[in-house]
């Protein structure tokens, strides 16, 4: 099992950038697929990114896809996400997650192939 704590949310302005992180405990962190998604105001949770347990395999959202990089430490038992050019649409609570499912060829994009979630850090942008 392994338990996940979201931090470096936080009220930025449009255009700016913001790293959010997601530190690990419990075991056999380097062997889980992990993901980042998000939920907007009024909005069903919708994925962002994920990124295999070698991080030789990355996925992004379109919606996201140049501007957020995703990293991981395995040493660390973190993930990362970079997030530049940030845009208002961009607003919500961001989650990371964890899943015992291997990346396979197009990655984890939904949240029910995750089995550990964190609380969420709040992400706010405003124009």
């Known amino acids: 099992q392994v338990q996940l704590v979201e931090s470096g949310g936080g009220s930025v302005q449009a255009g700016d950038s913001l790293r959010l992180t997601c530190l690990a405990t419990?075991?056999?962190?380097?062997?889980?697929?992990l993901g980042w998604f998000r939920q907007g105001p009024g909005e069903d949770r919708e994925f962002v990114g994920t990124?295999?347990?070698?991080?030789?395999?990355?996925r992004y959202a379109d919606s996201v896809r140049g501007r957020f990089t995703i990293t991981r430490d395995n040493g660390k038992n973190t993930m990362f996400v970079q997030m530049n050019s940030l845009q208002v649409e961009d607003t919500g609570v961001y989650y990371c997650?964890?899943?015992?499912?291997?990346?396979?060829?197009?990655?984890?994009?939904?949240?029910?192939?995750?089995?550990?979630w964190g609380q969420g850090t709040q992400v706010t942008v405003s124009s």
């Open positions: 997650a964890a899943s015992r499912r291997p990346f396979g060829i197009v990655g984890l994009t939904r949240g029910d192939e995750y089995d550990y």
């Open positions: 419990g075991r056999a962190f380097s062997e889980y697929t």
């Open positions: 990124i295999s347990d070698s991080s030789r395999a990355i």
